[in-house]
């Protein structure tokens, strides 16, 4: 079957560093994809991982371990437009080309 | 700037009443999405398009059908909407790392 687990929901503070986990059992793994949605808007890439190990991009870093099926969001110097919705998915096998599996998101409110 | 474009943002529909969403891309991506996305639920996948090899999601119910007459622009069709149907529409394209690239998204109401 195909699981993915976030967290619902966390709550920081402006200035501080968050961390938001992901863990996932799928059928095939690719790689992993983190994306920021903002309400009522469409989603949008942050960072992909293939391999173990982190990738820092900015106040953004993504880490990633095959082995446990576990992934983590890091986001350091919070702001306040970082209030959002953050979305762990797999890439998945999908035939001629591959396919998405979303988590259902969690919900980062920043507090001044 | 190369972009996914939806049209339109919103779009109110009747029970029953055929509807027509649109999605255009000038990145010139081979792939094209369409997913559904409920409030606070992970977007969920309804098909895709490699070129014009059109493939379906086995869930994805009768009443939705889709068209890409070429490679910029793809079109989600409901015949019957439902008010169960009343949820955010998302178009995306592939990039080359896979990434997907997602237009604004149309929010459908039914009435």
């Known amino acids: 079957g195909q699981n993915i687990d976030q967290p619902t929901e966390m709550t920081a503070t402006e200035g501080a560093i968050v961390q938001i986990n992901c863990t996932y059992q799928t059928s095939g793994f690719n790689g992993l994809f983190w994306y920021q949605q903002h309400a009522g808007e469409a989603p949008t890439f942050l960072s992909y991982?293939?391999?173990?190990g982190l990738e820092e991009k900015g106040r953004f870093s993504s880490f990633l371990s095959r082995s446990k099926g576990y992934s983590y969001l890091l986001l350091k110097e919070l702001q306040m437009k970082d209030s959002a919705s953050y979305l762990c998915?797999?890439?998945?096998?999908?035939?001629?080309?591959?396919?998405?599996?979303f988590g259902t998101g969690t919900l980062l409110a920043v507090q001044p | 700037d190369a972009m996914v474009i939806q049209n339109p943002r919103y779009q109110v529909t009747q029970f029953g009443k055929p509807v027509t969403l649109s999605c255009s891309q000038t990145?010139?991506?081979?792939?094209m999405y369409w997913y559904q996305q409920k409030s606070s639920q992970a977007p969920k996948l309804l098909f895709h398009?490699?070129?014009?090899?059109?493939?379906n999601e086995a869930d994805t119910p009768d009443n939705f059908q889709s068209r890409r007459p070429n490679t910029s622009f793809c079109f989600l069709d409901i015949r019957s909407p439902g008010l169960g149907d009343a949820a955010m529409y998302l178009c995306a394209t592939q990039g080359r790392i896979n990434e997907q690239f997602f237009g604004p998204g149309t929010r459908l109401t039914v009435l």
């Open positions: 398009y490699y070129d014009k090899d059109f493939n």
């Open positions: 990145l010139n991506h081979n792939v």
């Open positions: 998915a797999v890439e998945g096998y999908g035939g001629a080309t591959n396919k998405l599996i």
């Open positions: 991982n293939v391999l173990d």
